[in-house]
Every structure is written in C-alpha cells, then in structure tokens.
C-alpha cells in the first residue's frame, strides 16, 4: 500500500537517472529531425533557486511555476520571486507542483509533506497525513477539490478537511479514474482486463510499478484515456460501453517522464536526448533540446514551449515554427552579415573572410561547408555584399575587394573564388542590361555582365554607402545624402543631391524594385519613393529608425532590417495601403540584430549575429496583448492613513516580450499625462486626504496595450484632519475670535466711553472757564475800556491825551484777545459753521477802514461738522495774519476769501491782485509769513502759497476734520 511505502524519492529520481543515462545509451526517435529553435535560457544566475529543475506549471493566473532542488519560484517573465523552506516551505527540493479549484498552488516536497501558496504567502497543512508520489505519478487535484495521483490503474485520492474538498461517493478503487480538467470515468472490469492484458504483454505489472523498475499510469484527457509507460503510450476513447483502442506511439531510449501538454500532445523528457512533443492522435513528432537532459516541459496560454533541465535551468522558446541555423549546425560563424542563393545553394557571409554555404532542398539542419576568401589582411576582412549573376556565379564584395565565384560546378571543392577587384566595396547592383555596378568608398565602378569592360568615376569626399536602380536611374547613398547619378564619358561623373529637403540626409542602404525605391536612413528610418510621393516609415511603427538593410522578397513585401528586429511591411493597392508585421526574438529569432533576409520558395531566411532563422510565416500580426494582474493579496485594505506611504503592485505577463515591459500609471481625474516606470509597483507618499482610482496599463515590447487595471482607494485624514474635528475646530476659533472681538470692542467702547466722559468733562470745563472769564475778566476789561474811553475824551485838548488813547488802544486789542479766546473755549461754537461765521464778521472788520474791496464766499454743508476749540483758532488767526497782511502790504485792489467743506475736509482760499512778493525771501525774513507756516505745520494741514512780483498772492489752506 502507498502508505507503507517508504522510499528517498531524491535519491530514487536522480540515481535512476544517472543510472539510465549508463546502461540505455540508446536512442528516442532517431529517425525523428532535430528541431533547433531559438531558445532563452534562464538559469541560477537569472535569479532561478537552482539550475536543477524538478517540474514547471503554468496556473490560472498565467504566472510559470518552478520546482527545483532549492526551493520554487514564481517567474512572471521578469522577475523570479523565490519560496524556501525559511518561507515556510515544507522542504528546498520540491518535485511536483498543483493548482487547486481555489486557485491555491501547491508543493509536494522531498519530506512527503505538501503545503500550499496563497496570498503571497507558504502555508502548511495542519494534517499530518503523508502523501506519495512516485517519480513516474502524475499530482493534480479533482473537481472536488481533492489531491489526486495517478499511478498504476486508479487514482489514488488524499482528501484534506482544510482544503475545502466537496462531499461525494468515495470511489477510490481500481479503474476509477480522475483527470486534471475536471474529467472523471469509471473503467469496466472487461476495460481493465484490456489494460492489463497490454501491460503483461508488455512485462508491467503491478510489482515492477510499485518498485518503479517499470513505471505505469493512466491520463485522461477529454475523452481519451492514455495508457503511460516509458516505452510506449496507447491512446484509448472512452466510452460507457467500453474503451476503443486508437494508437499505441512507441519510444525506446533513457526516458525519464511522460506529461499530457494540452491540445491533443504529450512531452516525453529523456536523457541526453531532450525533450520530444508527441501529438497523439496524429503522431506527429518533434524533437527540442537534444544531447540535454530534459525534466518537465508545458506549452503555455501564448503557445511558448517551456523545458526544464536537470543542470542548466529552464528554456523558453516563443516560436517553434521558426528554425535556426547556427554553429550547432555547422555554421562557420553565428554572426552573419550577408546572404545570398545561387546555384541552389544558400551562402552565409562573415567576418574573417568566411563564406558559409548549404545545399538548398536538403535536410537544412546540415550545413555543407564554408569558403575562405584571400583578402591578404587580418584586420578589415568583412564580407559586405553578395549578388547572384547570371551563369550560376556569385559576386562577393568585402573590406579589401571584389571577389566572383563560379559555382556552375556542382562539386563544391572545386570552387575558387577570384579577385576582380582591389579596395573596398561598399554595395553592388546588376542593371537591367546585365552591367554591374559597384561602389567603394568615393567611387562608382561599372562593368558588363562578363566582367570585361570596365568604368570609374571617382567622388569627392562623399562617403558612398549604397546604390540601386530605379527607373533606369542610378541611385547613390551617402553619409551626406541621396544623390542621382548620370555616367558619362568624362571621368569627372555629373551627380546631384535629391530629396534634400524631405529631411534624407544620412542614407545607409537603398532598395528598389523600379517601381518604388526604400531608402534606409541612420536615424529617420524609411522613405518609400513612389513616383512624386514619399511616405515615411519610423519608430515605433517599424523597430528602429537606424536601418541596416533593405530587402525586397517581392514586388509587394519590403524587409526593414535593425539592430531591434526585422519589420515587414506588405503593400496593397497599388502601395496606397500597407500592414507592417514584426519579427524580433519573441517571435523565435535568435537575435533581434537582423542583417539581412534572402527568399527561397516560401522559406525566408534572416542573417543575425546569433545565426540564422528560416521560417515561412511573415510576422505575427496578431501577437497575444500584456494580461495585466494585481499582485497584491487580496481583501486587502483599500483605505490608506495620511502620511504612510501608498502601494500597489501588478504584473503585466507577456512571455514574448522577454521581459520587456513598460508599465503607464496615472490617477483619474488627477493626472493628465502617464507616468512610465520599470515595474509594477506603484508608490504614493503624501497623497492629500480623499478619494482615488489608480488607473494601470502594460505596453509590451511590440506596444502592444494590456487592458486597464483600476486601484480603487481611500486616503483618510489624521485624526487632526477629521471633518467633523476640522468643523468643531472652525467653529472653536470662530468663538474664540467672537469673543475676543467682542473683548476688544467692550474694551474700545470702554474706552470711547471713558473718553466721551472725558470729552464731556473737558466741555463743561470749557464752558466754565469761557463764561468765568466773560463774565469776570470779560466785563472788567470792558470796564477798564469804558473808562479809558471816557478819560480820553475829557482829555481831548491835554498833553496827557496820547497816553490814555494808546492806553484805550492796548486795552481794546486785549479784549479782542480775551473775546477770542472765549470764542475758541465755548463748546457751543465747536461746529465749522460757526468758523466759518466767525471769519467772516472778523474779515469785515479788519477790512472795514481799507480801499480793498473784499469778497466772501463760503460753502458749508447744514450737517454739523464739529472742529475743536484749538483747531478753530489756529485756523482763525492764521486767516487773520494773511488778512492784515494783505490791508497792510498788498497794495491790492481786491481780495477773495472762499471756505468750503467737503466730506469733513476744509479748505480756505485767500488771494488778491495785489503786488505779490518773492515766497521764499519773505519766509525767512517775516514773522507773519513764518507764523504762517507754523501754524499750518500745527494744524497737520496741507498750505500752498502761490504769489510773485507783480501777479498777487493766492494761499490755499487744506484741513481734514
């Protein structure tokens, strides 16, 4: 029984190996071609565990699934992400590999124990049941969900609690059988007894299964039961009534596993022999990897074939259709510059003077032989041209001359090349009339198709690079430009530079077909010359805009050779349409650097640096587009704190883009334009507060666009930028300011009141005061004055007269002085009006004895205006000294007084047409006039005095209340 048995399946899987790779020496098909293919090796310095790969699955999702003897690894076409047993793997060597219903994969490791990743993580099951898997035994689970092994004649079922199996009819016993799709068949007794009768015939049975000397299963797969042993498999149709015998495929030879790969195939991996893919119903046959040895291989959702190895990783291969031909065939050189058919042979031109060749039509797996050309130096010795002429012969240009090669012999030993011509040849053409033209560096060589006559014409500094004929014109490239040449008999030859401004500047190659011409540019990729129009051609729509080579196959189909891939560009309607196809090595060829293509029938050949690809098919036109995942696990959180960085990761899988991969973010309604970045993570670190949709993209290297992958997610706040605290701390500040306004103005209107009071106060004082000295001083020095008056006129006729009316004088000018300043004390004449009164009556009396006539106006508003006591009289005896002024020194005949009041600014105009005087002599020389200014300056107000000899005086007085 399984649970009894007891068996280091390490020591067990790879002794057998070793030991079948000793005693069987024999082979697997060796009727059976080789199929050499373009192959990407990943290995452990790719970032692989080990170079020893044990199995690979591809799962649901699309990623590829690795066990080697060191642990497993995730590979996304990029980047590995590795799993051991500090990752809580049950055990580093790990031999089968599972996805469950729940899309859980899981590991059947060294120790018999089997964990599971989920979520990012390796998880381990709580049961302690083992579970055997016997090197030759298929690991898979059932549409219930349960762990299945296939192995002899039944499956045998492991069912966990844990794992979210479904209840059914247990039905573990021979001839109940499982498949890995969700098949599932009862096989009758008589189905048995066929099966078994096929294994005894075939000296299997139940003993040589259980000791693995001869190993044997079952697989189902639709509807067809295939009987596995490791010298033959025999394809069943299952039936309720009975299975139906369809094909047995035998194999003989060091095999070491049998796996069902999908779409009616299986792959058997051998021992030194690689790995063969075997189309069971037709029988089909194709050999990959050969003289390695083989463990485990999957055709994937794109149709990559993958091959694990047991020392050098794993192999890629996105093209099986398209074959190569390189050094393992018998090619002098993998880096092939030149190619060219003559004779029926294909020849291959490289450095070192080396010309390869291969009998066309003949297993092309094999080459025939190479071809050394003398050029007499080691160092510049490149083939760079090769036309087939008439007569069987090749003509090879390279570094040091021109070279013909007559190979009308049919023995190739018999073949000698001759030198033509000495310098270096930069292209060559055959014109209509069979002449041959060839160029150097600075000169065009034309010769008859005999190579008898021959003309020169020399250029200066020019630099030629190529030549074609197009429409019985002869086309030159040059590091300078396009130009058209016309021979005549003069060596001197008449050129000229065409298309300059069509931006042709730098032409590396030419090819026509006389009714169009294609001109290679080294950085502004192709012009297609049609008559008098011209289309351009550029990255990315081809590969690169530094061409290499151009080649016609046809009149229709123009190859655009790169360093980043070869694009094929297919006209149609009369060239008004095209459709460009892309091959580079996600399609299959060894290299992207493409030098040159050659057409034989309906195989195309391409010159690379790796060798040479042969394939039929022009471009893949409908490659598979990016599948874009998230990487992150799920369920998880969609809503990130302020201030702690935000992240997202996905993985674009496109295995044919060989890991290059360009991945576009931009955030809805936030970013106008994408950001480009190497990876898939995307990182946010201060994002504001609020709602976001990160919206991803994946751009393969053919640019291809992956559908959008939406983030939805939420930034909260910080607790201090909550809305509900930010409302609260608004409404705070907005109380606080209230109640500190209202402070302040409490305390301002306190403080108007406390003035008012004072103001108030201040009034009442003056009041007091003004009717004390009006009515005490007041009426004393009218007393006085009374007197005087009296005195002086009974004293008319005495000496003493002079004296008691210049005492009546003084005494009347202090009551004056006494009036006013009662005047400027009462409160009640606080209001410009009654300045304005006041000035007025004072104007008349000063004016009263004089010969100037003085005019007043003034213009006060009714609504009171108040001006306080000092105010008024400084603004009064300012009035006053211009005045007396003008009656005592203007010599006048007029004088005007305005005052007017406007919006609590008052303004007093006096002039006259008097004599003037010099402003600037005058104020520093008369009292009066610096009174003046005093008493402006005083006033905080605005005087101007405008007055010369001769034009009278005009003093402008501007006060704000």
Known sequence: ????????????FFKLLIIA???????????????????????APDGLPSSRVNYLMQDSRGFIWLATDKGVSRFDGQHFKNFTSADGLENNECFRIAEDNYHRIFFYCNNYRVCYYENGLIHKLNSSQKVIVLPFANFFFNRYNELCVNYRLSTKVYHFEELKSKRHAIRYLNGYIYGSDGEEITLSENDLDILEEELKAGQLSFQTANNNIKPYRLALHQNYLLLITKDWVHVYRYQKTGIIPLNKIFFTGNVTSVYLTGKNTFAVTTVKQGTYIINYLTGERKNYLNNNITTATVIDRENNLWFGSYDKGFFLCTNPEIKIINKESGLANEDVLKLGIAGGYLFAGHVLSTLSYMKLGTNQSSLTG???INQNRSDFNRITSLLTIPGNRLMIGTDNGLFRLDISNKNPALWHSVKYFFGPIKGIAQRPDKEICFISQNSVLASSGQLKHKQGYAFENLRLTSLAWYKN??????????????????KTPYYAKILPNKGIDVVKCLASNNEVCAIGTEAKGVFLLAGEKIVQFRSPAIFSGDIRKLVWTDDNT???CTANGVSIISFYNHYQNY???LLNTSNGLPSDNVADVVQNGHDYYIATDQGIAVTQNLGNTSLPKPVLINDGIPGTQSSFTYGRPVIFNCVALSYKSMGKIQYRFRLKGVDK?????PSGEKRFDLLPPGNYELEAVAADRFNQLSQPLIFKFDVMPLWYQQLWLQVVAVLSAIIIAFLLVRKYYQSIIGLQKKDYENALALQRERQRISSEVHDDLGASISGIKLRTELLSRKTADQPAFKEIDAIHEAITDISTQVRLIIWSLDAENDEVSNLAGFIHKQAIKIFEYSNID??????VSETPVTISGEKRRQVYLLVKEVLNNIVKHSEAQNAFLEINLYKNRLQISIRDDGRGFDPDMRKHETMGIRNIYARAKRLNAELKIDTAHGKGTSISLKLNL
Do not use: E
């Open 1 to 12: 029984m399984y649970t009894n048995y007891r068996m280091p399946l390490k020591s067990l």
């Open 21 to 43: 790779l000793f005693l069987f020496p024999g082979r697997v098909y060796a009727d059976i071609p080789y199929q050499l293919v373009y192959l990407k090796n990943y290995s």
């Open 370 to 372: 190479t071809i050394s």
């Open 473 to 490: 014109n002869m086309l030159i490239g040059s590091l300078y430009g396009l130009y058209k040449f016309t021979p005549n008999t003069s």
């Open 558 to 560: 123009l190859w655009v």
């Open 579 to 581: 459709r460009i196809s």
């Open 673 to 677: 334009n994408w950001s480009v970045a």
């Open 854 to 859: 003085l005019h007043v106006n003034t213009s």
